[in-house]
C-alpha cells in the first residue's frame, strides 16, 4: 500500500504541481457546470467560438500596455464580450441565425488576433494562449480561478430556477413577463469569464475539454439537470487529478492528458451507457428487430 500512496501523493510534494491541481479544480467544477448548458442549449460549437474569439483582446492589450496579466485578462474578457453582445445584437437585428452570427465574428474576432499577434512578433507565444502552461500558474492564476469559480457557482445556485425553465422551455419564460435574453447572455458572459481564467493553465482550446467533455458524458447518464450538473462537475475534477497523475508519471503534456483522461470517460460512457449507450442502442435494435420477426411470423 505504500507505493499506492506514493504514487498519488508523490507529485503533490511540489509546489507548482499543488498550484496545478488547485487552478484544474476549481476550473473544472464551473466548467463542468458551465458545459452541461452549453450542451442543454446546443451552444457547445458556440463555446470554441467564443474561445478563439478571445484573442484579438490578447493582442490589443499587449500592444497598449505589454504583458501585464491583468490587462491581458480585461482585454480577453472585453473582446468575449463583445463577441457574445455582438452575435445576440446582429441576430436580432438582421435575419441570421444565432449560430451563423457567431460564426461570423469567430473569424473575424480570430482573423484579427492573428494579424496583431504576428504585428507584435515573437515577443508573444501563440501557443501558450491556445494550449496554456498549468505548470506554469502562479499564486495570481490559482486565485483568479478561485474568484471565477465562485461567480460562476454563485449565479448557478443562485439563479437555478431561472436557468432551468429557460433553458428547457424558452417561449413559456417569455411568454411569463421574463428575459430570456438576460439569461442567454449571463451564461456566455460567465463561460467568457471561465475561458479567460483558464488562459494561463489550459488555454483557450484545452479549457473547451473542461467544459464540454464532462458535461456530454454526464448526459449520456442521466435525465435530472441537477444530477447531471453534479456528475459533470465532479468527472471534471476527477479528470483532472487523473490528468496530472498521468502527466507526472509519464512524462506527458498535463494540460493534454487531462483532455485525455476526459476523453476517455467519454468514449467509456458513449459505449457503456446502460440507457444511451452505443451497445445499448444496439441491443434495443436488435431485440426490436427480432421482435417485429416473431409477430410477422
Given at each position: 500500500?505504500?507505493?499506492?500512496a506514493?504514487?498519488?501523493?508523490?507529485p503533490?510534494e511540489?509546489?507548482?504541481?499543488?498550484?496545478?491541481?488547485?487552478?484544474?479544480?476549481?476550473?473544472?467544477?464551473?466548467?463542468?457546470?458551465?458545459?452541461c448548458?452549453?450542451?442543454?442549449?446546443?451552444?457547445?460549437?458556440?463555446?470554441?467560438?467564443?474561445?478563439?474569439?478571445?484573442?484579438?483582446?490578447?493582442?490589443?492589450?499587449?500592444?497598449?500596455?505589454?504583458?501585464?496579466?491583468?490587462?491581458?485578462?480585461?482585454?480577453?474578457?472585453?473582446?468575449?464580450?463583445?463577441?457574445?453582445?455582438?452575435?445576440?445584437?446582429?441576430?436580432?437585428?438582421?435575419?441570421?441565425?444565432?449560430?451563423?452570427?457567431?460564426?461570423?465574428?469567430?473569424?473575424?474576432?480570430?482573423?484579427?488576433?492573428?494579424?496583431?499577434?504576428?504585428?507584435?512578433?515573437?515577443q508573444?507565444?501563440?501557443?501558450?494562449?491556445?494550449?496554456g502552461?498549468?505548470?506554469?500558474?502562479?499564486?495570481?492564476?490559482?486565485?483568479?480561478?478561485?474568484?471565477?469559480?465562485?461567480?460562476?457557482?454563485?449565479?448557478?445556485?443562485?439563479?437555478?430556477?431561472?436557468?432551468?425553465?429557460?433553458?428547457?422551455?424558452p417561449?413559456?419564460?417569455?411568454?411569463?413577463?421574463?428575459?430570456?435574453?438576460?439569461?442567454?447572455?449571463?451564461?456566455?458572459?460567465?463561460?467568457?469569464?471561465?475561458?479567460?481564467?483558464a488562459?494561463?493553465?489550459?488555454?483557450?482550446?484545452?479549457?473547451?475539454?473542461l467544459?464540454?467533455?464532462?458535461?456530454?458524458?454526464?448526459?449520456l447518464?442521466?435525465?435530472?439537470?441537477?444530477?447531471m450538473?453534479?456528475?459533470?462537475?465532479?468527472?471534471?475534477?476527477?479528470?483532472?487529478?487523473?490528468?496530472?497523475?498521468?502527466?507526472y508519471?509519464?512524462?506527458?503534456?498535463?494540460?493534454?492528458?487531462?483532455?485525455?483522461?476526459l476523453?476517455?470517460a467519454?468514449?467509456?460512457?458513449?459505449l457503456?451507457?446502460?440507457?444511451?449507450?452505443?451497445?445499448?442502442?444496439?441491443?434495443?435494435?436488435?431485440?426490436?428487430?427480432?421482435?417485429?420477426?416473431?409477430?410477422?411470423?
Amino acid at each position: 500500500m505504500e507505493w499506492l500512496a506514493e504514487f498519488f501523493l508523490e507529485p503533490f510534494e511540489f509546489a507548482f504541481m499543488r498550484r496545478a491541481l488547485a487552478a484544474a479544480l476549481l476550473i473544472g467544477l464551473s466548467g463542468g457546470l458551465l458545459g452541461c448548458l452549453l450542451v442543454l442549449r446546443r451552444l457547445a460549437l458556440m463555446g470554441d467560438a467564443l474561445a478563439h474569439s478571445l484573442l484579438p483582446g490578447i493582442g490589443l492589450a499587449w500592444l497598449l500596455f505589454g504583458a501585464t496579466p491583468w490587462a491581458l485578462f480585461v482585454g480577453a474578457l472585453i473582446a468575449g464580450l463583445l463577441t457574445s453582445l455582438g452575435s445576440a445584437l446582429i441576430c436580432r437585428l438582421t435575419r441570421l441565425k444565432e449560430e451563423a452570427a457567431f460564426a461570423a465574428l469567430f473569424v473575424l474576432f480570430l482573423g484579427t488576433g492573428i494579424v496583431l499577434v504576428s504585428f507584435i512578433g515573437p515577443q508573444i507565444d501563440l501557443l501558450h494562449f491556445l494550449f496554456g502552461n498549468i505548470l506554469g500558474v502562479g499564486p495570481g492564476d490559482v486565485w483568479l480561478a478561485a474568484g471565477a469559480t465562485l461567480v460562476t457557482v454563485t449565479v448557478v445556485v443562485l439563479f437555478f430556477r431561472n436557468i432551468l425553465v429557460e433553458t428547457f422551455d424558452p417561449v413559456f419564460y417569455r411568454a411569463s413577463g421574463r428575459r430570456g435574453g438576460f439569461v442567454h447572455l449571463g451564461i456566455l458572459s460567465l463561460v467568457v469569464l471561465n475561458l479567460v481564467a483558464a488562459l494561463q493553465a489550459m488555454g483557450v482550446v484545452l479549457a473547451l475539454g473542461l467544459f464540454i467533455l464532462p458535461a456530454v458524458t454526464a448526459y449520456l447518464w442521466t435525465d435530472h439537470l441537477t444530477r447531471m450538473l453534479a456528475i459533470a462537475a465532479g468527472l471534471a475534477m476527477a479528470g483532472t487529478f487523473a490528468g496530472l497523475l498521468l502527466s507526472y508519471h509519464a512524462g506527458l503534456a498535463s494540460g493534454a492528458s487531462i483532455v485525455l483522461c476526459l476523453g476517455v470517460a467519454f468514449l467509456a460512457t458513449a459505449l457503456g451507457s446502460p440507457r444511451y449507450g452505443m451497445v445499448a442502442r444496439l441491443l434495443q435494435i436488435a431485440r426490436e428487430g427480432r421482435a417485429v420477426v416473431r409477430t410477422a411470423d
